[in-house]
C-alpha cells in the first residue's frame, strides 16, 4: 500500500509499516531506505556513463560535481544516518572514479 500525500510545500509518500519519502528521502526501514538508494543510484549511474563518454575529463568531472551527483548525494548523507548510506556511498565514489578513469 501506498498514499500520496500533497501539501502546500513539501510531497510525502507513506508506503506501508510507516516507511516513508519525505522531499526525496527515504526514511524508514533499513531495508526500505536500502531499496529506494539503490534505485536512486541506478538513476544516478546512467548519468555516470554518459558523463564518462565526454572527451574532456575535467569538463566531465565538473558536470559529474555539480550537476548529476553531488547536491544529491550530500543531502541523502546529511539526512539519513551514516548506517543506511554505507553502501551506497561506496557504490557511488567507485562508480565515479571508474567513470573517470576511462
Same mark, same amino acid.
Given at each position: 500500500e501506498c498514499r500520496k500525500l500533497l501539501t502546500s510545500r513539501e510531497k510525502i509518500t507513506i508506503h506501508s509499516r510507516m516507511n516513508i519519502n519525505f522531499l526525496n528521502t527515504p526514511i524508514g526501514t533499513n531495508e526500505f531506505v536500502e531499496a529506494e538508494l539503490d534505485r536512486k543510484l541506478q538513476v544516478l549511474e546512467s548519468k555516470i556513463d554518459v558523463?564518462? /563518454?565526454? #572527451?574532456? &575529463?575535467? /569538463?566531465?568531472?565538473t558536470i559529474l560535481r555539480t550537476c548529476w551527483s553531488q547536491c544529491r548525494v550530500v543531502h541523502?548523507? *546529511?539526512? +539519513? #544516518? #551514516? *548506517?543506511?548510506? &554505507?553502501?551506497? +556511498? &561506496?557504490s557511488m565514489t567507485w562508480r565515479s572514479k571508474k567513470a573517470l578513469k576511462k
Open positions: 558523463t564518462a /563518454e565526454m #572527451p574532456f &575529463k575535467m /569538463e566531465a568531472f541523502l548523507i *546529511r539526512t +539519513l #544516518p #551514516p *548506517r543506511q548510506t &554505507k553502501t551506497f +556511498l &561506496k
